[in-house]
């Protein structure tokens, strides 16, 4: 299958704690931000968003957190199962409501049974 | 699943030579963005469609091109292919409108380039 990540940085956790995996942006011009998970050979797949204008937004066991004053997001993953074992990927928009998708260089997230 | 659709799964091509994959959209959706992922890297933009026009292009060179069809299926075409062109290429398909857009994967098309 398909070998994403060969070099991420790499989050080790206990299965049923939780997860908080973090990302840094640059443009302060976004105003759309998701995250994506990506398993070994499938596309990214989506997890939870937030608009610049709200900064907490909670999914069912996911929650994303915006901090615009030092450009960070943070997803946090309660419970965290094996089957949340994946590379995961922060993106951003250019701003002004732009279709275009800017991502990070992702964290892969490994869960210890 | 997104149900968007991607073809072929895996495709080896030689330098110089041309090559165009296919991406059904999800059901509903209006445009549809291609994206080129290295390996150990995030996805990068290439460009978009939106009624059948290129909605905004990355940091691509115009041998990447693209079309989108009437039933917003679309194509892109990379013409004399060169060795930094592996990777994977990823269709993302969304409904247009609002504030950012939620972009849908499919599962990509592996290409080699020998």
């Known amino acids: 299958g398909e070998n994403v990540g060969l070099h991420l940085p790499t989050l080790s956790v206990q299965e049923g704690d939780n997860s908080i995996i973090n990302c840094a942006y640059s443009n302060s011009a976004s105003d759309y931000f998701i995250w994506y998970k990506q398993e070994s050979g499938k596309g990214p797949q989506f997890i939870i968003d937030i608009r610049s204008n709200m900064d907490k937004r909670q999914g069912q066991r996911v929650t994303v957190l915006l901090n615009k004053t030092v450009k960070h997001l943070s997803l946090q993953i309660a419970a965290t199962q094996p089957g949340d074992s994946a590379v995961y990927f922060c993106?951003?928009?250019?701003?002004?409501?732009?279709?275009?998708?800017?991502f990070g260089s992702g964290t892969r997230l490994l869960v210890r049974p | 699943e997104t149900g968007v659709t991607q073809s072929p799964t895996h495709l080896i091509k030689t330098r110089g030579q041309q090559v165009t994959l296919r991406c059904s959209s999800q059901s509903g959706h209006n445009t549809v963005s291609w994206y080129q992922q290295a390996l150990g890297q995030g996805p990068q933009f290439i460009f978009q469609y939106y009624r059948e026009e290129e909605n905004g292009r990355g940091n691509f060179p115009p041998r990447f091109s693209g079309l989108q069809f009437p039933n917003y299926s679309s194509e892109l075409n990379v013409n004399a292919l060169e060795l930094d062109d592996s990777a994977l290429y990823l269709c993302?398909?969304?409904?247009?409108?609002?504030?950012?857009?939620?972009?849908?994967f499919g599962p990509g098309t592996r290409l080699t380039v020998t």
């Open positions: 993106a951003e928009n250019e701003g002004d409501s732009s279709y275009k998708l800017i």
């Open positions: 993302a398909s969304a409904v247009a409108g609002g504030q950012g857009e939620k972009q849908y």
